[in-house]
C-alpha cells in the first residue's frame, strides 16, 4: 500500500480520529451542545456547507440564517429547503449561478444527513475532467453504460467484508481503498465528490465512527484532489497505483 493519493486519505482519517476540534464556526456552539437534536443539525449544515469548497463554492448568509433558525427548531429542513429555492425562483436579481448551487446542495445534503434515505440520477454520458492536480490530465471514470454493474460489483464485495482481524490501520487503508474505488466510477454528472463524501459519512456511522464534523467539511479540497491522485495512471511518466492488497 504505497499509493500517495490514498495515503492522503488514510492521512485525514487518522488526523479526524486523534483530533476532533472545530474552527471557529458559525454552527460551533451548536455542534458543542449536549442537546442531541441541535447538535446533529449542527454538524449536518456544518458538514453540508463545508463540502462546496470542493468545488470552489461558498454559500449565501441566508442560507446560514435559515439553517441557525432550523437548528434552534423554528424551522423544519424541508421548511429551509423551500425557503432557499423559493429565494432564487422569487427574485430575479439573485445570484442565479454558483451561489444558488451551493445553497441548494448544501440543504440537501444536510436533509441526507439528517435522515436515512439517498437518491440519485445515474448519468448516461461519458465524462472526462481535466485536473490540474495532474497537469491537465483526466482521471478515467466509470463507463456510463457500466455505472450500474459497477456500483454493484464495489457495494457488494464491501458487504461480506471481515473487519474482525484488522486493527486501526488495516481498517483505514481499506476504508481509503474502497471510497477511492467508488469514487472513480463517477456515478452522476456534477456532485460525484460530495455525494461519496456524504455516502461516506452515513456508512462510517453504521460502522460506529463519529465523523459528522470536521473530516470532510474542513478537508474537502484535499479529500477530492487525494482522490484524483489515487486514480490515475501513466505508465509513460512513471505515475501508477500499485497492486492494492485489499
Known sequence: FRDKGERLIMR?????????????????????????????????WYT????????????????????????????????????????YEESSDRDIGREKEADIVSSRIAMVLSENQFAGKLRDYNISKREWVLDGASVNYGNANELEELLEYDLKKEKVYDYSSLDKEDIIQHFAVFISDLWQI???????????????????????????????AKNSWYFRNSLVRANYN????????????T
Open 186 to 216: 463517477h456515478a452522476f454528472g456534477e456532485g460525484n465528490t460530495r455525494t461519496t463524501a456524504v455516502f461516506f459519512i452515513k456508512y462510517l456511522r453504521t460502522l460506529g465512527f463519529d465523523v459528522s464534523n470536521d473530516l470532510f
Open 234 to 245: 501513466n505508465y509513460t511518466k512513471d505515475i501508477h497505483v500499485p497492486q492494492r492488497s
Open 48 to 87: 453540508a456547507m463545508g463540502l462546496q469548497a470542493v468545488d470552489g463554492l461558498q454559500p449565501s448568509e441566508y442560507l446560514q440564517s435559515l439553517a441557525i433558525d432550523n437548528i434552534e427548531g423554528k424551522i423544519s429542513l424541508g421548511e429551509a429547503n423551500r425557503l432557499i429555492e423559493r429565494y
Open 12 to 44: 485525514m482519517f487518522e488526523e479526524h480520529v486523534e483530533s476532533k476540534d472545530i474552527e471557529k464556526d458559525p454552527f460551533e456552539e451548536y455542534i458543542i451542545q449536549t442537546e442531541p437534536s441541535q447538535k446533529e443539525l449542527g454538524y449536518a
